[in-house]
């Protein structure tokens, strides 16, 4: 009878607990008989990891992608997105020039969970997604993406679930200390002058097993101080002329210096007394602080009271051109963030013999805090003369002004919150938005061996987790000039207040600009009048969204021959019980003489439940001792974001259409959240065929999946009653009114091929045995409509085509490595307005990182690993666009090439 075993190695490697999944090392043990002897061989650097990732591919049940640390503390990129984003179907999104959320199979951030070891994780954002820089890479052992997903998987999200993992003590089966310290700098040095140009990751790892290996301890800290830079050109729009040719409408360009702290601490505790008993207690915190400062100026442009003299006209487009009487605006900007995460879990599990017991409970919490200060300041004694050309890399400029000057400088600001009284300008504005995060879990299950048939053993349990996310309101202060600053107060345009803190120039030369003056902006706000912020946007700002869900599951393993075939698998169901609720407010400004003077507020307070049955069936059939079929198909729900899920809004009365009764005049509109909201759904089946060679990294897989998107949540309005809402003294014919909000609406489809590919120099010729490459290529396409008479639309995060490549070179210590990674044009989420989410065409990009490492293998310095890195050496922009037409540039950012040189000590 013909049954698939993998290689000798590959199961060595993985029953030794080299692979970091103890889920894939139990499937592969299995296989493994009593009598067999194996020889384990000693195998490092960039062939175990594809070592271990093959062993985990090969032995899930389900469709699985993985990596795998080279050794203890050498994942070989700065994040793990990065790392991910080369596994075929995975492609992340930048953010400040580093990989911080992953898009699997085309679907956006939102459809993917994340956990650590098995347990689902917060997020420092208002959503679910994880922010993957939180979790340092030289902690991890390595991660596995499910993307089919069974039964027994708690975390299930439409697009998969990633795990990432630390290190097993008892299975790593070794003392081991390693130590690693890195140099790290940017090409584009200091953009501001004012902010570091290097600095430094340092981490350390201790692994050890005691009392007769039944106990296991890993302790690991990890400390990185990093700044990067970025030149970010920023547009306002493109309206039209008079002549019907597109324009920039304003232009909102900064330099940007990060500086990220990170410290992050992980700890593992170990117990197996005997060979019934396992307990494992797990640890993870991580104190996240960055710092963004940013520096540029705004040009009010053709949505001002600037006068254009076009230029040249091409496509319909305003290319170059003069606007005449430019009011620009000089921002010195702070961004601060302080996020502390933690999590601990504890599992234990139990074998009675026939039956294997299993419980874990875990909890988790962040807690994040931001302060954003801006500071205005302007050449108040002429406007300006600015000359534009706009490219497909933003819009450049040539001033008449010297931004740079100290003695025209001053702080003043226009009366861009008329609204709400700042009479002698607004000079800056301070604000601090803080959110909470906690989650409590618990599971328990159990598991037996079964000979009925097809059907090997069953396994069946409970999970439940209660999650509770808020978003605080914290007061917002607009800072403006007192009366004694203006020769006319109350008119913004005479008031003016001179620079007399410590000032500096920062170069703004990709924009054209020469320089600007400089400063802290919170030295500015010392003699400042601070008035606080009275709107009804902020006070709906604070929310708090609850969840409690219960999920039920029973899985039955399969494993038979068909025609001396050996088929092996799963089926099963869960069903998932979800009470979820929102407590917040609805508010609205009140108004006199056009000045707001309060804000009502409504409290509001809503929810819903829901049941969902999820069934999934996955077999794999082995073709040969070498070749594997699979076959997965499930029904999975996403939860709707978290924000989405909010009752806060914001409401309004409009006295003209008191005596209405037309609903679509009515006196009533609102727009924001929904507590309603019930999850994405999708039917999904995937076929995948895998090949694996025998030089034990080597393998070849195609796969397709298609996915039914039941549902779908869309911003649409609906009929609401407000009758309950404050009128200010008016009586309206109609207490119906649109309130814009989330909700439900009809789906679509998704479909894909994946490509992937491993091989080694060994498999053409002996010359090039020391050589390998891993490639891979996506394809995805995807119609989605909110409403059968609306027409489709672009999937946020798909990218239709995905290509990965890697080519590497590793002998006698010496390793070296290049990596391509491209993404066709994508819809992407970025940060708009007052940090509110909008999507925006990003152009395709391709990222090219490059490595070389020698290991010393012998003498006083065995041990020792020497590292140059290099990310984005190509220096690929960031680029956004409106309406996916590439002269209306709306983000061109450029982050420089990062480089780090280090070294790695492990004893």
């Known amino acids: 009878m013909l049954q698939f075993k993998p290689s000798v190695l590959t199961l060595a490697l993985v029953a030794a607990g080299a692979s970091m999944s103890s889920y894939a090392a139990e499937e592969a043990k299995a296989e493994t008989s009593a009598d067999e002897s194996i020889e384990v061989i000693s195998v490092t650097g960039i062939r175990r990891s594809l070592q271990d990732s093959k062993a985990i591919k090969m032995t899930s049940s389900s469709i699985v992608e993985a990596i795998s640390a080279e050794d203890i503390g050498k994942l070989p990129d700065v994040s793990i997105a990065d790392s991910l984003a080369r596994l075929p179907g995975l492609t992340t999104q930048r953010l400040n020039g580093r990989g911080q959320v992953i898009s699997v199979r085309g679907l956006s951030p939102d459809f993917t969970n994340t956990t650590l070891n098995g347990r689902q994780q917060v997020s420092a954002s208002d959503n679910r997604s994880v922010e993957y820089d939180m979790y340092p890479s030289e902690l991890l052992s390595g991660a596995v993406v499910y993307k089919t997903p069974d039964a027994s998987l708690m975390a299930q999200g439409i697009a998969g679930t990633i795990d990432m993992q630390t290190v097993r003590p008892l299975a790593h089966g070794e003392q081991t200390f390693s130590v690693n310290a890195r140099y790290e700098w940017n090409e584009l040095e200091s953009l501001n002058p004012d ?141 601060q963030r302080d996020s502390d995460t933690v999590a601990a879990g504890w599992n234990l599990e139990y074998d009675l013999g026939e039956w294997q017991l299993e419980g874990d409970l875990s909890y988790s919490k962040n807690e994040r805090t931001d302060e954003i200060y801006e500071s205005y300041s302007q050449i108040t004694s002429a406007l300006d003369n600015l000359k534009f050309k706009s490219t497909t890399k933003g819009t450049v400029f040539e001033s008449e002004l010297d931004y740079a000057d100290t003695d025209l400088v001053k702080l003043s600001g226009p009366n861009w919150a008329g609204n709400v009284g700042l009479n002698n300008g607004q000079v800056g504005y301070y604000k601090q938005p803080a959110s909470k995060d906690e989650l409590y879990q618990i599971r328990l299950s159990a598991s037996h061996d079964l000979d009925w048939g097809l059907i090997s053993r069953v396994e069946f349990g409970a999970n439940y987790d209660d999650r509770t996310k808020s978003k605080t309101t914290i007061p917002e202060y607009y800072y403006t000039l007192s009366d004694s600053d203006c020769t006319k107060p109350g008119d913004s345009s005479t008031c003016q207040k001179d620079i007399n803190f410590n000032t500096f120039t920062t170069n703004l030369g990709f924009l054209g600009i020469p320089g600007m003056v400089s400063y802290d902006p919170r030295a500015a706000f010392d003699s400042l009048v601070e008035v606080e912020a ?304 909008s999507f925006r065409y990003n152009e395709p990009e391709t990222i090219v990182d490059a490595q070389i490492s020698y290991r010393f293998q012998e003498g006083t310095l065995e041990g020792l690993t020497l590292l140059l890195q290099a990310n984005n050496l190509t220096d690929e922009p960031f680029v956004t666009t409106e309406e996916g037409d590439e002269m209306r540039v709306i983000d061109y950012q450029r982050y420089g090439t990062n480089y780090a040189f280090g070294a790695s000590y492990q004893f």
């Open 195 to 335: 902010v570091n140009d290097s600095g430094q990751r340092v981490s350390a790892s201790y692994i050890d097993q005691f009392a007769d290996n039944t106990i296991g301890l890993v302790l690991g800290v990890s400390y990185m101080d990093t700044p990067s830079q970025g030149e970010r050109f920023n547009a306002w729009g493109y309206p039209q002329n008079e002549d019907g040719n597109y324009v920039i409408g304003g232009a909102k360009p900064f330099v940007q210096s990060n500086e990220l702290k990170r410290t992050a601490i992980v700890a593992t505790l170990e117990f197996q007394p005997t060979e019934n008993l396992h307990s494992t207690f797990d640890l993870f915190y991580t104190d996240f602080n960055e710092a963004q400062t940013l520096r540029g100026i705004e040009f009010p442009l053709a949505w001002s009271g600037a006068t254009l003299t076009p230029g040249t006209v091409q496509n319909g487009m305003v290319t170059d051109g003069t606007f005449n009487g430019v009011e620009g605006i000089m921002r010195n900007d702070l961004e």
């Open 534 to 837: 009275l709107r009804a946007d902020i006070a709906a700002k604070a929310w708090e969204v609850s969840e409690q869900v219960t999920t039920a599951y029973i899985k039955f393993d399969i494993d038979t021959d068909i025609w001396d075939m050996r088929l092996t698998g799963n089926v099963g169901t869960q069903v998932v019980y979800t009470e979820q609720s929102s407590s917040a407010v609805s508010a609205t400004d009140v108004y006199e003489n056009g000045i707001i003077v309060d804000v009502t507020i409504v409290p509001i307070e809503d929810g819903t439940d829901y049941t969902e049955i999820l069934p999934s069936l996955n077999l794999s059939l082995a073709l040969s001792d070498s070749s594997i079929l699979r076959f997965g198909a499930a029904r999975t729900l996403t939860r709707p974001r978290m924000d989405e899920l909010r009752a806060s809004s914001t409401y309004s009365f409009d006295p003209k259409y008191e005596d209405s009764t037309d609903p679509e005049f009515s006196p009533w509109s609102a727009s924001g959240g929904n507590p309603q909201l019930e999850p994405w759904i999708a039917n999904g089946v995937d076929l995948s065929f895998e090949h694996y060679f025998d030089d034990s990294v080597g393998y070849v897989s195609i796969a397709g999946f298609y996915k039914d998107l039941e549902s779908y949540v869309y911003t649409q309005p609906e009929a609401y009653d407000f009758s309950e809402f404050p009128t200010g003294g008016y009586n309206p014919a109609l207490d119906l009114g649109a309130i814009t909000k989330p909700q439900n609406g009809d789906g679509g489809s998704l479909k894909g091929l994946e490509l992937a590919a491993s091989i080694s120099g060994a498999m053409l010729t002996e010359v090039l045995e020391d050589f390998g490459a891993i490639a891979s290529a996506s394809f995805t396409t995807s119609d989605i409509q909110p409403n059968p008479d609306s027409p489709s639309e672009p999937l946020p995060g798909l990218s239709e085509d995905v290509y990965n490549l890697t080519f590497y070179y590793e002998n006698s210590g010496f390793s070296a490595r290049v990596v391509g990674r491209y993404r066709s044009e994508f819809l992407g989420e970025v940060s708009g307005f007052d940090a509110g989410r």
